[in-house]
Structures are given as structure tokens and as C-alpha cells.
């Protein structure tokens, strides 16, 4: 069924896969050929198999060197590469070594095994890597055949392209790149056009066709009152399995966190200005199921695969629609239903429509006691009955009566009041 080698036909069989993506199915051949791309794609496709299949066939285990490196803007991210990464080396006759690079380890110790003996694939986050790289030289980057920039536009945002850059400086000219991203910003462009060589550009999962049918969108208006007021109500409606919920700095994260935290629910905090030490156990604590809300920033919405969630709350909407898509992306996994409710104001009405576009059909939903109850869409407008003789009423004041009296007045206004109530009569009907 699958044309690889025999490792990866059968870790592709113990994860279950029965056809591959359309984002594994577009990119694999291409990563096969050696072709440089820049991949834009939803979360939840399968992209890290995308890379890992091809990197895995193309490997030559008879030479100690590292043939592949790979950066992920996370800690958390580049944990889930690394694990999805060794479920397939597992089934290799022959060891592969693969190594995971990111703060919090023993450096020392890292340096002296690199000084040893190279891996054979090389994962981590930016800086890691260009102290590894740069810094250091002990991870000798220069024998590396393909490097993989996962989450670029997260990895731009959070401020480590230059660290990337650095990396990729060292790199001989002959290097395959695969850049996969959610967005490409401009701000992009100059390190694109700087390292890839001829790319083609693969876009994949845009408009209806990237959403998942399992997820139901729904949207309630705040009202213009207090956001939190109106959360506290929403939170009184819903029962989740387990729910995160969105905001988009970490300052009014930490600031529902408190709330919430006060109120008593079980609740935790997870966000990047957090130590990568205390993300991982509060990661670890979710995933064992020992919280039902998870407040945090979109660190969650990329690359952290957390099971079990039944809802997304976005406390507030996300700047860019992309990253509404992957903050939906966290739940109605595997086949499983999931809700996305959102908070919004009257000046996102734009940003709504731009949801619509996309073809994520929201719901109106408003908060009644306990409950929420649909009501009528938001660019519904309402037809008022129109009763006879109200434009007569109507015309009689938009048209005012003259204030001089002058032959046949009563005739032209008469006429006036006429053609008005007529042009009223025609909008009404």
C-alpha cells in the first residue's frame, strides 16, 4: 500500500493511517525529489509526517553524520516532532539517532556526546540550535542534507528567525529547505528568498476544505459589557471534558487565570513567558487530565497535541484568522466532536465576515439563565411589518408645511406629501 521501506510501512500501520492527507500526499513525493518548499497548512493535517516519511527514506544509516536538522519554534513543539520522530525509528533494524535539543537540559553533557559521536537527525529550538551550531560548532551543520523550519511564521512572531538564520549560514549551498507555516508574513521574504532555491509553494487546507465538519462554531456577543461578566455566564453554560481557553497576551492570560483561580475552578496557566521547565509538567498534568481549563496563548494553538479536548473558548478572538483555524484545530480530533465558542464586539464584525469567507459558518448564540439559546444571525436584519397609512404619517413629517402662504400651497404640498408617501409605500413593501 505504501511504496517506502519496510520500517515505515510499519510504523505507518501501528499509527493507524489507512491513506495518507492531502498535505502528506502533495509533499512527499516533492521532499523525495530533494525539491526546496514552502508549505502552508492548517494544523491537524498530518504535516510532521509529511517531513518525517521522506527524511526517514532518504536516511543513510551507514554514515554517522547528521543528515537532517530540524527547528520548531516550542520547547513542546519540538518534544512532539521528537516523539513522533522516534515512533517511527522504533521499527528500524538498524539504530537511528535522533536527539532532542532544547533549555533546560544538560548542556555539558550534550556537547561531550555530540563531540563523539554526530546523530543522524537533529531536532530542536532556535537558540539551542545556534548555540549547538554557531556557538559551539559541535553539531556540525555543514554535513546536513535537509533542513526543516517548522511553525515559520510562530518562529518569526516569537523572534528567533535570526537565530534560524544563523543556523542556516552555516549550511553548505547544495542544502534542501522545507519551510512549513501557517502564515508567510512579508517580513518572511528576505529569509526565504535568501535560502530556498527555486521552492515550490504548496497551499493546502484554505476555505471550507481546511475545516474540520466536526467542530460547531458559535459566537456571542459581549453587548459592549464586561468581558469577563460575559465569560462568567458562558462558563456557567458549558461542562467540558477538558477546555482551553484563548487569549492573546500572555498579561490577560495571566490576568483570567487569576480570576478564574479565585473562583475555584480547576484551572491552569500555560504560556511562553512561563519557564520551559514548568510548561513541561503543566503539559504533562494536562495530558494526564488533571485540570478542566487550560487558559492560554496561541503557544497551545501550534504543534501541542493534547487529547480529550471537547471545547475552545476564545476569551478574546485572535488577530489573524489563520490562528483562529489552528486555535479550532485543538479540538474534534480523531473523529470526535468539539464546540468553539468565541467572544466578540461589535468592531469584529469585519473579522467575522472574513470567518465566513473561509467557510467557517458561525452560530449566534446569547446566554439565558443557565443556557445558551440560538438567536436571529448577525446580518439578519429584521423586516418591520408595515402598517397602512404609517408612511402617510411618516411623509407629513419629512415634508414640512410651507411657512408663507402663497396661491396653491395647499396644492403643491399636498403633491410634496404624496410623492413622498409613495416612495415610503414602495421601500415598505
Same mark, same amino acid.
Not at 547528521?66 to 528500524?92: D, N, Y
Not at 529569509?191 to 471550507?208: E, H, M, S, V
Not at 471537547?310 to 484545530?329: A, K, M
Given at each position: 500500500?505504501?511504496?517506502?521501506?519496510?520500517?515505515?510501512?510499519?510504523?505507518?500501520?501501528? &499509527?493507524?493511517?489507512?491513506?495518507?492527507?492531502?498535505?502528506?500526499?502533495?509533499?512527499?513525493?516533492?521532499?523525495?525529489?530533494?525539491?526546496?518548499?514552502?508549505?502552508?497548512?492548517?494544523?491537524?493535517?498530518?504535516?510532521?509526517?509529511?517531513?518525517?516519511?521522506?527524511?526517514?527514506?532518504?536516511? *543513510? &544509516?551507514? =554514515? %554517522? #553524520?547528521?543528515?537532517?536538522?530540524?527547528?520548531?519554534?516550542?520547547?513542546?513543539?519540538?518534544?512532539?516532532? +521528537?516523539?513522533?520522530?522516534?515512533?517511527?525509528?522504533?521499527?528500524?533494524?538498524?539504530?537511528?539517532?535522533?536527539?532532542?535539543?532544547?533549555?533546560?537540559?544538560?548542556?555539558?553533557?550534550?556537547?561531550?556526546?555530540?563531540?563523539?559521536?554526530?546523530?543522524?537527525?537533529? @531536532?530542536?529550538?532556535?537558540?539551542?540550535?545556534?548555540?549547538?551550531?554557531?556557538?559551539?560548532?559541535?553539531?556540525?551543520?555543514?554535513?546536513?542534507?535537509?533542513?526543516?523550519?517548522?511553525?515559520?511564521?510562530?518562529? &518569526?512572531?516569537?523572534? +528567533?528567525?535570526?537565530? =534560524?538564520?544563523?543556523?542556516?549560514?552555516?549550511?553548505?549551498?547544495?542544502?534542501?529547505?522545507?519551510? +512549513?507555516?501557517?502564515?508567510?508574513?512579508?517580513?518572511?521574504?528576505?529569509f526565504l528568498k535568501k535560502y530556498l532555491k527555486n521552492p515550490d509553494t504548496i497551499?493546502?487546507?484554505?476555505?471550507?476544505?481546511?475545516?474540520?465538519?466536526?467542530?460547531?462554531?458559535?459566537?456571542?456577543?459581549?453587548?459592549?459589557? *464586561?468581558?469577563?461578566?460575559?465569560?462568567?455566564? /458562558?462558563?456557567?453554560?458549558?461542562?467540558?471534558?477538558?477546555?482551553?481557553?484563548?487569549?492573546?497576551?500572555?498579561?490577560?492570560?495571566?490576568?483570567?487565570?487569576?480570576?478564574?483561580?479565585?473562583?475555584?475552578?480547576?484551572?491552569? /496557566?500555560?504560556?511562553?513567558?512561563?519557564?520551559?521547565?514548568?510548561?513541561?509538567?503543566?503539559?504533562?498534568?494536562?495530558?494526564?487530565?488533571?485540570?478542566?481549563?487550560?487558559?492560554?496563548?496561541?503557544?497551545?494553538?501550534?504543534?501541542?497535541?493534547?487529547?480529550? @479536548?471537547?471545547?475552545? /473558548?476564545?476569551?478574546?478572538?485572535?488577530?489573524? =484568522?489563520?490562528?483562529?483555524?489552528?486555535?479550532?484545530?485543538?479540538?474534534?480530533?480523531?473523529?470526535?466532536?468539539?464546540?468553539?465558542?468565541?467572544?466578540?464586539?461589535?468592531?469584529?464584525?469585519?473579522?467575522?465576515?472574513?470567518? %465566513?469567507?473561509?467557510?467557517?459558518?458561525?452560530?449566534?448564540? %446569547?446566554?439565558?439563565?443557565?443556557?445558551? =439559546?440560538?438567536?436571529?444571525?448577525?446580518?439578519?436584519?429584521?423586516?418591520?411589518?408595515?402598517?397602512?397609512?404609517?408612511?402617510?404619517?411618516?411623509?407629513?413629517?419629512?415634508?414640512?408645511?410651507?411657512?408663507?402662504?402663497?396661491?396653491?400651497?395647499?396644492?403643491?404640498?399636498?403633491?410634496?406629501?404624496?410623492?413622498? #408617501?409613495?416612495? &415610503?409605500?414602495?421601500?415598505?413593501?
Amino acid at each position: 500500500m505504501f511504496p517506502y521501506k519496510k520500517f515505515i510501512v510499519n510504523a505507518i500501520t501501528d &499509527l493507524g493511517f489507512k491513506s495518507l492527507t492531502e498535505v502528506q500526499s502533495t509533499v512527499i513525493p516533492k521532499v523525495l525529489k530533494g525539491q526546496d518548499l514552502i508549505v502552508k497548512s492548517a494544523t491537524g493535517t498530518g504535516k510532521t509526517h509529511a517531513y518525517l516519511i521522506p527524511i526517514f527514506e532518504r536516511l *543513510d &544509516l551507514s =554514515v %554517522d #553524520q547528521c543528515q537532517v536538522l530540524i527547528s520548531a519554534p516550542t520547547r513542546e513543539l519540538a518534544v512532539q516532532i +521528537f516523539a513522533f520522530a522516534k515512533q517511527v525509528s522504533q521499527f528500524s533494524e538498524q539504530a537511528i539517532d535522533i536527539r532532542l535539543y532544547t533549555g533546560g537540559t544538560n548542556r555539558l553533557e550534550e556537547i561531550a556526546r555530540l563531540e563523539k559521536k554526530q546523530p543522524h537527525i537533529a @531536532i530542536g529550538t532556535p537558540g539551542k540550535l545556534k548555540d549547538l551550531v554557531v556557538k559551539t560548532n559541535v553539531l556540525k551543520a555543514h554535513q546536513v542534507k535537509t533542513f526543516i523550519v517548522d511553525e515559520a511564521d510562530m518562529t &518569526l512572531d516569537e523572534g +528567533f528567525l535570526e537565530d =534560524v538564520d544563523q543556523v542556516a549560514a552555516t549550511m553548505n549551498e547544495q542544502l534542501q529547505m522545507l519551510v +512549513f507555516s501557517a502564515t508567510i508574513p512579508e517580513k518572511m521574504q528576505p529569509f526565504l528568498k535568501k535560502y530556498l532555491k527555486n521552492p515550490d509553494t504548496i497551499t493546502l487546507d484554505t476555505g471550507a476544505a481546511g475545516v474540520n465538519q466536526n467542530v460547531k462554531h458559535y459566537i456571542i456577543k459581549t453587548k459592549e459589557r *464586561d468581558r469577563y461578566g460575559v465569560f462568567q455566564k /458562558l462558563l456557567g453554560t458549558v461542562n467540558p471534558y477538558l477546555a482551553i481557553i484563548f487569549c492573546n497576551t500572555k498579561e490577560s492570560a495571566d490576568e483570567l487565570y487569576a480570576k478564574m483561580k479565585a473562583e475555584k475552578y480547576n484551572v491552569a /496557566l500555560i504560556h511562553g513567558g512561563l519557564e520551559a521547565r514548568k510548561r513541561k509538567l503543566i503539559v504533562a498534568d494536562i495530558r494526564a487530565l488533571k485540570y478542566q481549563f487550560v487558559v492560554a496563548t496561541d503557544i497551545v494553538s501550534r504543534g501541542i497535541d493534547i487529547s480529550g @479536548i471537547t471545547h475552545i /473558548l476564545n476569551y478574546e478572538l485572535p488577530s489573524d =484568522v489563520e490562528f483562529y483555524v489552528h486555535r479550532s484545530g485543538r479540538t474534534g480530533r480523531m473523529d470526535k466532536d468539539g464546540q468553539v465558542l468565541s467572544l466578540y464586539d461589535f468592531e469584529d464584525t469585519l473579522y467575522l465576515d472574513k470567518l %465566513d469567507s473561509k467557510g467557517i459558518k458561525t452560530e449566534n448564540l %446569547d446566554i439565558k439563565g443557565t443556557e445558551l =439559546v440560538p438567536v436571529k444571525n448577525r446580518n439578519t436584519r429584521t423586516k418591520k411589518e408595515w402598517k397602512p397609512g404609517k408612511s402617510l404619517d411618516t411623509a407629513k413629517i419629512l415634508v414640512k408645511k410651507p411657512t408663507t402662504v402663497k396661491p396653491g400651497y395647499k396644492k403643491k404640498y399636498q403633491t410634496e406629501l404624496k410623492k413622498v #408617501q409613495k416612495k &415610503l409605500d414602495r421601500k415598505g413593501r
